[in-house]
């Protein structure tokens, strides 16, 4: 589990901002719909949610380094 973790990060490593800000937006409508699912009973697991929020935290993250890197450039 951890290797998919490290490398999941390392790609959204590899993008630029524009590229990270495409996937928030992404992962933020799917999380909304996996919430609606969840809500009308039709997803069957709950941790998908969990997971769905850690991405988002993970992009967003990324994304600060990023900002962080550049003002330091």
Do not use: P
């Not at 999941?8 to 490593?13: D, G, K, S, V």
């Not at 609606?36 to 935290?57: D, E, P, V």
């Amino acid at each position: 589990m951890a290797k998919k973790k490290e490398k999941f990060i390392e790609t959204l490593r590899s993008k630029k901002i524009n590229q990270l800000e495409k996937m928030l937006i992404d992962e933020r409508n799917q999380h909304f719909e996996k919430k609606i699912k969840h809500r009308t009973g039709q997803l069957t697991g709950h941790h998908i949610l969990s997971q769905s929020k850690i991405k988002i935290a993970q992009i967003k993250t990324v994304m600060t380094e990023k900002n962080n890197q550049e003002k330091q450039s």
